[in-house]
Structures are given as C-alpha cells and as structure tokens.
C-alpha cells in the first residue's frame, strides 16, 4: 500500500494495521463500524477508518481511530499540514454543521472560499449556521496537529 509516515508511525507499522484489519474482516473477527462521519457528522456517506492510533495491541475503535468520508479523510485529514489555513476554516464549516459534500453545493462552495478569503484579510467573518450540531470543542479533530514534524516524532504516538 505503501503508506506515508503519521503520528510517528512508520508506513510500514500502517501497513501492517492495514493488513490486520482486511484479514480480521474478512475471517469475520472484526465488523466494520457503520457510523455517520466521524468528522463533519454526515450520517449519509460511506465511511473508512481515519487511524490515529497504530501502536500494537491494535485498537478499532475512538480514539484510536475514527470513521470518517472520503473528503474528510483525503481532502481535509491528510492534506491539513500542507493547507493549514484551508483545515482551520474546513473546521469552521463543521462546526457551524457543515458536511463535507455541502461543499460540492456552489453557493455553499462560495461562501466557504469567501470566508477563506477573508480570514486572510485579516478580518473575521462568520459562516451561517446550516444545522444545529452539539459540539463541545474537545472533538478529537478539534486537537490535530497540522505540525508535520509529527508525521515522523516517536513522541506523537498515542501510545508507545
Ligand atoms: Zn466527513
């Protein structure tokens, strides 16, 4: 598979979790969680582990890992480091109850890159609230790091 360095796991330990988990399923020792996003909270989208947490023994569940959209997890999750503005405001539209596919709506896409745009002004702009979501600011993906030096540090891991 081939997987990148995070949390101060090496793709090779992501790897082997990864491979842990297909046969696990597939010898029916594991069930797939069906759960809203994670995330944005879209109770209507596929999911797919986001994993935190690859220290052994493995775990499957929060906080080690969470089930997550496929835009949360490759558009937000893994490109935050890189586009750490962009995840700032992406948690800002999840907040106010934003899924990620509201994004794909234009007007909502044009609110969002409007707020982006202004945040980088300097100002502070607000997005409108599209559902009531509870939230209590502790959400796991409220704490990420966007700080790459802890894609490789042994010190991110969760657990030794
Ligand atoms: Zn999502």
Partial sequence: MGYNPYNGY?????????????????????????TECELCGDPDT????????YSKPYLWEPPAEYMVCDTCANDMLQKRFRNKDRWDSFKAHVRRGGY??????PATNK???????ARERGEKPTLRIL???QLTGNEWWE?????????TDPKARPRP
């Fill in 10 to 34: 090496s793709g090779k330990e992501r790897d082997e979790k990864e491979a842990e988990r297909a046969h696990l399923l597939q010898s029916g020792h594991l069930q797939l969680r069906h």
């Fill in 46 to 53: 596929p999911t797919k582990a986001h994993v935190e947490d």
């Fill in 100 to 105: 990620a596919r509201d994004l794909q709506d």
């Fill in 111 to 117: 609110e969002f890159l409007d707020y982006r745009e």
């Fill in 131 to 133: 559902r009531d979501r």
């Fill in 143 to 151: 704490k990420l790091s966007i700080d790459s030096n802890t894609l």
